[in-house]
């Protein structure tokens, strides 16, 4: 039985990095195309969609050798069905050329004769056009949106906690501790309605700006990882044991000093934890934000103008994308997961490793 154990707990981490590995690989070989095509440009690339013209050697190569010769200044010749041809600009007398065209007997000579749309007029061909994709707006946009729901929540969430362990009367921490938890429960898509059309127009009267813009979208953001943070929160500070808080007490410390130099060193990890799994669910967040965020491809000179993110844009296009539109897609989501990664990689790192 022991051993059967040890092989369940071994099975169990394994098929995490099993995962882990495999949705990587994956987004790398559908983004491959996408990155041959644009490479790390597409960081940077605020186009999307945008048709631009390619010019081809050859294509160049006649249309300058047409360029020096006028098709009207020549005389158009017609085949025969003999073999012979006839000028029909020439001076031939009125007999001749009625003769002449009398004897044709297929006109896909006449057709081979007529110069093409791309042989006259201007002398140039039709030219090819290339669609460019960038994925700097939507990433702006992620990076952006997360970093205003951050800042609006943990404040938040981190005095909720404080305020369920060690402030409030049991009668009351725990219904409201009931209700955090439920608002955690609630589908993203209604807190994007909610905030479409209640938060969005309040933001615009107070604030000023769109109804819809990056603003807003961090907002709903904030308030959706809320709850999220401070169940983790308050989970963390309940670990604190009894025995510190006393000594402090009882050597003269005040609440606020309690909190500050007793109870958060000690739940330090825990709250990281909260605060990264809030991060995570809130970068990928797509309904709430595809509501309010306005959809648009433009970088935002203020946090009050619309703009895109990256879930936004997956959602948006996904259904209708096939070939390198598609994998400008999974390019997206290979940037995203790499983000979201790194970010919570370098998090870990930096607040929890041990002096």
């Known amino acids: 039985m022991e051993k059967l154990f040890q092989y369940f707990a071994r099975a169990s981490a394994s098929f995490v990095l099993v995962i882990l590995l495999s949705t990587l690989v994956v987004l790398y070989i559908n983004a491959k195309p996408a990155i041959d095509e644009y490479g790390l440009h597409f ?35 017609i085949s025969t069905a003999n073999g012979s041809s006839t000028n029909l600009l020439a001076g031939a007398d009125s007999t001749q050329h009625d003769q002449s065209l009398d004897s044709l007997d297929d006109f896909s000579n006449l057709d081979e004769t007529i110069p093409t749309d791309d042989e006259v ?14 994925g700097a707006v939507p990433i702006i946009g992620s990076l952006c949106t997360i970093i205003i729901a951050m800042v609006l929540s943990i404040p938040v969430a981190l005095g909720i906690a404080v305020f369920l362990s060690e402030i409030a009367p049991e009668r009351l921490s725990k219904p409201v501790g009931i209700a955090i938890e439920l608002l955690a429960a609630i589908p993203s898509i209604i807190y994007g309605m ?3 059309f209640y938060m969005g127009p309040m933001v615009s009267h ?30 963390a500070i309940n670990t604190t044991p009894d025995v510190l808080k006393e000594s402090a007490y009882s050597m003269g410390a005040t609440k606020f ?9 000690y739940a330090k ?7 990264i799994v809030s991060f995570g669910r809130g970068i990928g967040e797509t309904m709430a934000v595809a509501f309010v965020i306005g959809g648009v491809f433009q970088i935002v000179g203020k946090v009050t103008d619309p ?19 598609m994998s400008v897609l999974y390019y997206l ?23």
Do not use: C
């Open 269 to 275: 990890s825990g709250i990281v934890g909260s605060i």
């Open 121 to 134: 007029g201007d002398g140039t061909a039709n030219p090819k056009t290339r669609t460019i994709y960038g």
């Open 333 to 355: 989501a290979l940037i995203l997961f790499i983000v979201s990664f790194s970010i919570i990689f370098l998090a870990k790192y930096f607040l929890l490793r041990r002096k």
């Open 43 to 77: 960081i940077i690339d605020t186009r999307w969609g945008v048709e631009v013209p390619i010019t081809d050697s050859s294509s160049n190569t006649a249309s300058t050798q047409n360029k020096g010769h006028n098709p009207v200044a020549t005389s158009p010749t």
């Open 257 to 265: 000093e309690v909190v500050k130099d007793i109870i958060f060193p």
């Open 194 to 196: 909610w905030a479409l």
């Open 307 to 325: 703009t895109n993110s990256i879930p936004v844009v997956l959602a948006n296009n996904f259904a209708e994308s096939s070939g390198l539109s």
């Open 206 to 235: 107070y604030i000023g700006g769109h109804s819809v813009s990056l603003l807003v979208a961090g907002m709903v953001l904030g308030v959706m990882v809320i709850p999220f943070m401070a169940a983790l929160s308050r989970d």
